[in-house]
Structures are given as C-alpha cells and as structure tokens.
C-alpha cells in the first residue's frame, strides 16, 4: 500500500483538473481548482482521522473500509471498496501527469453469448395441511411426531369441592404422571385433615420438580381464590394462602413469569368487602393480614426495576385508601398490605396520612348502623398501632409527650405513645 502524503502535501490542481475531465467538466478555474483541492485534502485526512478511532476501539490490526465507512455515514457504500482483495491499479502518463487506473478483467462478448445459461428457479409452491384438529396435532409426516408418553392436558379433573374441570388460558404439556401427583397433590393441599396438609405443604416447599407443574399450580391457586371469595368460603381461601406461602419459599422454582395472575388475586383477597359469610364471628382480619405478608413477600423476592412491582402496588393500595366510598373492611385490607410493604412506605403513606385516615374511619363509623364497621375500626386501630409504632420510634424522636403524639396522629396518639414507652414494642419486626 502507497504511503499518505504528509501533513505539507496539497492535492495537486491537476488531479483536481483530471477528475474534473473525467466526468465531462471543462474550462475549470483555476481558482476553483486550488479551493477544491485543499478542501478535499482537508476532508480526506478528517475522514482518516475518524476511521483510525473506529480502528482503535474494535481493536483492528489494519484500517478497513468499514473504518471508512463508520466514520463517514453519509458515504455511500458505492465508494467504499468491500472487496476482500485489494484492487491492482495501473499507472498511466500522459503530458507529465500520472493517472492510477484499476486493471479490470477484458470480458469477451462472445464467451459471453455462448456460455450456457444458469437453470430456471423452481416456483414457489404452497402445500395446505392440518396444524390441529380439535386442538390434538394429526399424526401425518407434515407435522412433528408426538411424543406418546406425553399427552396435552387442557382441562385436568380436580376432585375439590367447587374447583373442577379447572380450564388454563394456555394448554401446558406434562406427562400422565404429572398430571396424577398434580392432582394428590392439590387435594391433600385443601384436605381437612391438618397432618395430610402438611405433608403436601411440605412438598410445595422443597419438591424441586413441580417446575413441570409450575403453571397448572399457579392457576389452581388464583381459581381456588377466585371460587373461596365467590362462595365466602374462609378455610378454603387460608388453605390457598398457605399453598402460596409454602409455594413462595421454594427456592427451585421461580413465580417471575406468574407475578401478573397472583398479584390481581392476592389483593382482592385483602381488599374484598367480605370473604367469609360470617364476618362478625369468623377471624377474616387474620386471613388478610396472612394475605398481605405473602404479598409483601412476592414483592420482595421478584420486585426489578424493569417490572416495577411493588411501586405500582403502592400506587394502587394509594388509592384506594384515599377513595371516599370504601368501606372500613377493605381500608384495613388496604392498610394491611401498604404496612406490611415495609418502613419506608408506612413512613411515607402511612403516617403522613394517620390522622386523616382515622378521621375518615371515625366519621364512617358514626354514620353506619353495621355492627362490621364498629369491628373494623377497632381492627384498624389495632393494626396502625402494631404496625407504626417502631418506625415512629426509629423515625421520630421529636416526639416526646403524650400530648405531641395526639398532635401528630390523632385519636390514635395516645395508643401510640403507650406502645412506643413498652419495652417490648422493639421487637415487632418491620422490613426495609
């Protein structure tokens, strides 16, 4: 390869004269000449410039015309030689003049005639056939052979009260074994008997292979949700809560992928106005309060920046504190699951907003007749208490008196200063 002219040389004004014959330009100034040649001298060596950093950072040996062409995107690749060979120029003179042109190869025209020509392209062709029949694949060489030990199960059987022929939005292939320890499985989760559940929770717990089950579960829980709020069926729904929980500690399976059908599921399940037929006698707030902890769980384990989960969960249980028309159950639902999302959102949302919400919940309490509420806005003061007092304890230590904390929070002030002044308020536990 030629050497660069240095940092001195000028392109000449008769190369610039010669290109300029070369593509019919006559009568060129000489003026004009001498401009374009030092601009095009100039523009050359930027381009080379560029070209030798695009070499140094992919770390080439020698400068390419991809180089070039990186550092100059309005070049057209017309220009830019992509040849893996470099090109053979000859040198021409002519009147003192040198001109460098390439050795191109002499085609024979009639070589070229007579050579035989190259074979017609087959025309495309289209064959119709059978994907599916009734959602089962024909066995015809079209389609990918099936594999017999393996069936498609699209509605499995599950012999649990009101959960049957429980339908998936995608069928999920597994084996007939699968499907029978899918089904054990499920009914000994929901059993009465307390020893029978806990041997199936221990299974949910530490079985690495319910991977190949992994969607049917997920879909068993969210429908057992579903039916044990349609029917206010409490025992039902804490048997599913604790499938849930035990479901969540297994560390060989991962619930990233079912994030968006157990989240919707385990908030109705706080937030529901009634879950049970009985709510003045059965212990629903517990089964809320186990409900946001698994919640709060799930969020912990699988909240990403790229998801976002557990701010828009926030946002969500917001609003629906700040909404006028909810009733006192689910406020300390919504209250139930913001806490238990850890110290910074009870400081932020909680506490900023105490003494409104109780006022809120007084003012409701008043104009209702219902027994229920009365309950409820003992259970939330109860759960406001618990739950705020070590990070009002941690966060604020400008309080000192009991007459401060009435200041700050309200009727629940003084319930708040007698649980902070307790010994044992520190060992009520409050992630971060």
């Known amino acids: 390869m030629a050497e660069l002219p240095s940092a001195d040389n000028e392109l000449s004004a008769d190369s610039v004269k010669a290109i300029a014959d070369s593509i019919g330009i006559k009568d060129f100034n000489t003026d004009c000449t001498r401009y374009l040649a030092s601009q095009a001298l100039l523009q050359a060596k930027s381009l080379v410039r560029d070209a030798k950093k695009y070499k140094l950072m992919t770390h080439s040996t020698r400068l390419t015309s991809d180089h070039l062409q990186s550092a100059d995107r309005s070049l057209s690749t017309l220009y830019i030689s ?228 557990q701010s828009r969960v926030t946002r969500m249980l917001h609003a629906a504190l700040e909404k006028q028309s909810s009733s006192l159950v689910t406020t300390f639902g919504v209250l139930c699951g913001l806490c238990e999302l850890g110290s910074l959102t009870i400081l932020q949302i909680v506490l900023s907003e105490l003494k409104n919400i109780y006022r809120r919940v007084e003012l409701k309490c008043a104009t209702s007749t219902d027994p229920i509420d009365r309950h409820a806005k003992e259970k939330i003061k109860e759960l406001l208490v618990n739950k705020c007092a070590n990070v009002v304890q941690s966060h604020m230590p400008e309080l000192l008196s009991v007459n401060d904390y009435e200041a700050k929070f309200g009727d629940v002030g003084r319930e708040m200063f007698y649980k902070v002044m307790q010994p044992s308020s520190n060992v009520i536990s409050i992630k971060y």
């Open 82 to 309: 992509t040849e893996s060979k470099p090109r053979r120029y000859s040198v021409l003179t002519s009147r003192g003049r040198e001109l460098f042109v390439p050795n191109d190869d002499i085609i024979n025209l009639e070589d070229l005639k007579s050579a035989p020509l190259p074979k017609v392209p087959q025309d495309i062709q289209v064959k119709v056939h059978w994907l599916t029949i009734d959602g089962a694949s024909p066995s015809i060489p079209d389609n990918p052979p099936l594999d017999e030990n393996k069936v498609i199960l699209d509605a499995p059987s599950i012999s649990v009260d009101s959960i049957e022929n429980l339908n998936t939005v995608a069928p999920h292939e597994t084996s007939r074994e699968q499907q029978i320890y899918f089904k054990e499985l499920t009914k000994k989760c929901v059993s009465s008997d307390k020893i029978i559940r806990e041997e199936a929770s221990q299974s949910l717990s530490s079985d690495p292979g319910l991977a190949a089950i992994l969607p049917r579960l997920v879909v068993f829980l969210v429908e057992g949700i579903r039916v044990g709020l349609g029917e206010f069926r409490l025992q039902h729904l804490q048997h599913i809560l604790e499938m849930t929980d035990k479901l969540l500690r297994n560390d060989s399976i991962k619930l990233e992928k079912y994030l968006h059908e157990l989240i919707p599921a385990l908030l109705s399940c706080i937030v529901c106005t009634q879950i049970c037929s009985r709510p003045l006698e059965q212990d629903h707030w517990s089964v809320r309060l186990f409900g946001a902890r698994i919640l709060s769980d799930l969020i912990c384990n699988y909240n990403m920046g790229t998801n976002n989960v």
